[in-house]
């Protein structure tokens, strides 16, 4: 057959420079990944060959071999495993299917250290590609399991590569990379070297379930043949007691499940006895990964039978609100042949989902009291995921609560959970305020906070788009309601209020005329216009009545393609603000108030503005800006 030649996909082509040219610093671990895909392959065929008693595939030795030629400086991985036909190849390995790649590689290309670039790429499962650090080719040889054909791919990661079709390929996949020299310098170690190859496979891969064997005549100190020599332990870390293990092996195996080149934020041990025993190794990432809120980002632990590899990212053992978390879970009573509609109905698993949740939220409240650097580091990457769960998981919602915290106008860098924030609020204070917001920045700016401020008034600041959504779910804590200060009425009772309740009825009086007059001038944009209890500096706000829709979240029901209706607001103004004081007295010196129209148009436009919106017509309301400039000069 002939041999084709195809250009790896942009994406890929960008990825493949960065990798040959610039980000490690550590390029050993191009071994540790190669490794694992082949583990990953011996784990597909072995759950394929279980559920497809009819596939030609031989499971009786599921092994990797690594064989090293000194002569030719080439060192191969090679596995027995599940393989790869032709099209899989191209796909596979000339493209990066992926959502979020165009945003990784601007991350990569930004980030300020080395050590940074490596966390993304490992992030984002390329182990493939991390060959080319210490390889001036690869040639990967495939046959999958059940079918005749072999696949043959090489390239010198210089922006394309060859595929053809190969007679007599065994099954499964062999790596094969021809070696640059060594650099010590570079830290390019000499990779045709036996002790550096065992070492690399101890630190990094002696958990691996499958053998990892030396072969071929590198392992013989005379130079001639012997026998295979199996580098790694397969000890299940899961199975062993804590004491047993050294946090280096607990990292190590996070990075093989994870694929993220960084250590874990907090390692969490379970072991169920009982009626139904399952050991569970769950992991806590130091980082979120880029594609986290993304539709197809996979979730889930890793989901064992006595030792037997069942299934990769099992969604069933946790809710989608700790999706972020890795691991592994082995359960001694389950059928080896389980699918995933059969785990969303079984109680064993719901129980353990319980379990497992309880586990995680313990631990993370735990390291709230004990490591409060290292919480804010958790809830600073997973804060907004784990929020969901006071929508989803009305179960634990108090869990959720507890280990939940927010921003707050007590302190710049400070946050705060809700217990704090009711444990300091002055007596005779009825609710827990918040206002939610794109950013800290154009909240704490807000015509909203003005009269908060003034008087002292903790307010917590909510800037993710989830909090539009669970504040309601939760609605109160401690008997005290939780209250947006733009939304409804907002009674602050007398706590350091300058205005008597007779000038707040005399002004009632005084602009009661402009008042009605207004709210027939904008009848088209607003339910309503009434004094302010809320501004003390900004002329007016616009609020939403209390059981209306925020803006905020009218954009995000409509960003999924719901329709909302266009709700009406209210226009607040305040009494004491001088251009409100001068358009009240127009109001009443003059009889014709057409021109007044556009300054009540103007004062509502203004209060769009200051709360981050935007006016209905944008272009008008530059017009009348510029009209009243120019009227100035």
Same mark, same amino acid.
């Given at each position: 057959?002939?041999?084709?030649?195809?250009?790896?996909?942009?994406?890929? /082509?960008?990825?493949?420079?960065?990798?040959?040219?610039?980000?490690?610093?550590?390029? &050993?671990?191009?071994?540790?990944?190669?490794?694992?895909?082949?583990?990953?392959? $011996?784990?597909?065929?072995?759950?394929?060959?279980?559920?497809?008693?009819?596939?030609?595939?031989?499971?009786?030795?599921?092994?990797?071999?690594?064989? +090293?030629?000194? =002569?030719?400086?080439?060192?191969?991985?090679?596995?027995?495993?599940?393989?790869?036909?032709?099209?899989?190849?191209?796909?596979?390995?000339?493209?990066?299917?992926?959502?979020?790649?165009?945003?990784?590689?601007?991350? @990569? /290309?930004?980030?300020?250290?080395?050590?940074?670039?490596?966390?993304?790429?490992?992030?984002?499962?390329?182990?493939?590609?991390?060959?080319?650090?210490?390889?001036?080719?690869?040639?990967?040889?495939?046959?999958?399991?059940?079918?005749?054909?072999?696949?043959?791919?090489?390239?010198?990661?210089?922006?394309?590569?060859?595929?053809?079709?190969?007679?007599?390929?065994?099954?499964?996949?062999?790596?094969?990379?021809?070696?640059?020299?060594?650099?010590?310098?570079?830290?390019?170690? &000499?990779?045709?070297?036996?002790?550096?190859?065992?070492?690399?496979?101890?630190?990094?891969? *002696?958990?691996?379930?499958?053998?990892?064997?030396?072969?071929?005549?590198?392992?013989?100190?005379?130079?001639?043949?012997?026998?295979?020599?199996?580098?790694?332990?397969?000890?299940?870390?899961?199975?062993?007691?804590?004491?047993?293990?050294?946090?280096?092996?607990?990292?190590?195996?996070?990075?093989?499940?994870?694929?993220?080149?960084?250590?874990?934020?907090?390692?969490?041990?379970?072991?169920?006895?009982?009626?139904?025993?399952?050991?569970?190794?769950?992991?806590?990432?130091?980082?979120?990964?880029?594609?986290?809120?993304?539709?197809?980002?996979?979730?889930?632990?890793?989901?064992?039978?006595?030792?037997?590899?069942?299934? *990769?990212?099992?969604?069933?053992?946790?809710?989608?609100?700790?999706?972020?978390?890795?691991?592994?879970? *082995?359960?001694? =009573?389950?059928?080896?042949?389980?699918?995933?509609?059969?785990?969303?109905?079984?109680?064993?698993?719901?129980?353990?989902?319980?379990?497992?949740?309880?586990?995680?939220?313990?631990?993370?409240?735990?390291?709230?009291?004990?490591?409060?650097?290292?919480?804010?580091?958790?809830?600073?990457?997973?804060?907004?995921?784990?929020?969901?769960?006071?929508?989803?998981?009305?179960?634990?919602?108090?869990?959720?609560?507890?280990?939940?915290?927010?921003?707050?106008?007590?302190?710049?860098?400070?946050?705060?959970?809700?217990?704090?924030?009711?444990?300091?609020?002055?007596?005779?204070?009825?609710?827990?305020?918040?206002?939610?917001?794109?950013?800290?920045?154009? +909240?704490?700016?807000?015509?909203?906070?003005?009269?908060? /401020?003034?008087?002292?008034?903790?307010?917590?600041?909510?800037?993710?788009?989830?909090?539009?959504?669970?504040?309601?779910?939760?609605?109160?804590?401690?008997?005290?309601?939780?209250?947006?200060?733009?939304?409804?009425?907002?009674?602050?009772?007398?706590?350091?209020?300058?205005?008597?309740?007779?000038?707040?009825?005399?002004?009632?009086?005084?602009?009661?005329?402009?008042?009605?007059?207004?709210?027939?001038?904008?009848?088209?944009?607003?339910?309503?216009?009434? $004094?302010?209890?809320?501004?003390?500096?900004?002329?007016?706000?616009?609020?939403?009545?209390?059981?209306?829709?925020?803006?905020?979240?009218?954009?995000?029901?409509?960003?999924?393609?719901?329709?909302?209706?266009?709700?009406?607001?209210?226009?607040?103004?305040?009494? =004491?603000?001088?251009?409100?004081?001068?358009?009240?007295?127009?109001?009443?010196?003059?009889?014709?108030?057409?021109?007044?129209?556009?300054?009540?148009?103007? @004062?509502?436009?203004?209060?769009?503005?200051?709360?981050?919106? /935007?006016?209905? =017509?944008?272009?008008?309301?530059?017009?009348?800006?510029?009209?009243?400039?120019?009227?100035?000069?």
């Amino acid at each position: 057959m002939s041999t084709e030649t195809f250009e790896f996909q942009v994406e890929a /082509r960008q990825l493949l420079q960065l990798m040959i040219h610039s980000v490690y610093s550590n390029k &050993d671990v191009f071994l540790r990944e190669l490794v694992s895909n082949a583990s990953d392959a $011996l784990d597909k065929l072995r759950l394929a060959v279980l559920r497809d008693d009819s596939l030609d595939a031989d499971i009786s030795d599921l092994h990797i071999e690594l064989e +090293i030629d000194k =002569d030719a400086r080439t060192l191969t991985v090679r596995d027995n495993g599940v393989g790869m036909s032709y099209e899989e190849v191209g796909q596979l390995i000339g493209t990066i299917a992926n959502s979020g790649t165009a945003e990784f590689l601007r991350e @990569l /290309r930004e980030a300020q250290d080395t050590a940074g670039a490596e966390g993304l790429i490992g992030q984002f499962g390329v182990g493939f590609y991390s060959g080319f650090m210490v390889a001036d080719e690869v040639t990967l040889l495939t046959r999958r399991a059940g079918e005749k054909k072999g696949t043959r791919w090489t390239s010198s990661g210089e922006g394309t590569y060859t595929l053809e079709h190969a007679d007599n390929a065994p099954q499964g996949t062999s790596v094969t990379l021809r070696l640059k020299p060594a650099d010590p310098d570079n830290q390019l170690h &000499d990779y045709t070297s036996v002790w550096k190859i065992k070492e690399i496979v101890k630190r990094y891969s *002696d958990f691996i379930t499958w053998p990892v064997k030396l072969v071929g005549e590198a392992g013989s100190e005379d130079g001639g043949p012997a026998e295979p020599e199996t580098l790694n332990s397969m000890k299940a870390l899961w199975a062993r007691s804590r004491d047993e293990v050294s946090e280096d092996e607990y990292h190590e195996l996070y990075k093989h499940i994870s694929h993220d080149w960084r250590d874990p934020l907090e390692t969490i041990q379970l072991q169920a006895e009982g009626t139904f025993e399952y050991q569970a190794l769950l992991f806590v990432p130091a980082h979120a990964p880029h594609d986290l809120f993304t539709q197809d980002f996979k979730r889930g632990v890793q989901l064992y039978v006595k030792r037997v590899f069942i299934m *990769d990212d099992c969604e069933a053992l946790l809710p989608p609100y700790l999706r972020f978390v890795k691991g592994v879970v *082995d359960a001694q =009573d389950l059928s080896l042949n389980v699918s995933r509609e059969i785990l969303q109905q079984d109680r064993h698993i719901r129980m353990m989902q319980r379990r497992l949740t309880k586990k995680v939220l313990s631990s993370v409240k735990s390291m709230m009291a004990g490591d409060p650097e290292r919480y804010a580091t958790f809830w600073r990457e997973f804060g907004a995921v784990v929020k969901e769960g006071l929508i989803t998981d009305s179960d634990n919602r108090d869990a959720v609560l507890a280990v939940s915290s927010f921003a707050t106008t007590h302190g710049e860098d400070e946050t705060v959970t809700l217990k704090q924030y009711v444990e300091r609020v002055p007596d005779g204070q009825e609710n827990i305020y918040y206002i939610t917001g794109g950013s800290r920045q154009s +909240i704490d700016n807000s015509p909203h906070m003005e009269a908060f /401020r003034e008087r002292g008034i903790e307010v917590l600041l909510l800037t993710d788009p989830v909090d539009e959504v669970w504040v309601d779910a939760v609605g109160e804590f401690e008997g005290k309601r939780l209250q947006s200060i733009a939304k409804g009425e907002i009674d602050l009772g007398a706590q350091g209020d300058k205005t008597s309740e007779d000038e707040r009825e005399k002004q009632a009086e005084e602009y009661a005329d402009l008042l009605g007059w207004m709210s027939q001038e904008l009848d088209e944009d607003v339910k309503e216009v009434r $004094l302010s209890s809320r501004l003390t500096v900004s002329p007016a706000c616009v609020v939403a009545d209390a059981q209306d829709l925020t803006p905020a979240l009218e954009n995000m029901y409509r960003a999924m393609g719901q329709e909302v209706p266009r709700t009406k607001r209210i226009l607040e103004l305040n009494a =004491d603000h001088q251009l409100v004081k001068g358009l009240n007295q127009a109001y009443r010196d003059r009889e014709d108030r057409s021109g007044l129209t556009e300054t009540a148009q103007l @004062l509502y436009s203004l209060a769009v503005l200051a709360e981050g919106g /935007r006016p209905a =017509d944008p272009a008008h309301f530059v017009k009348m800006v510029a009209d009243r400039l120019e009227r100035t000069l």
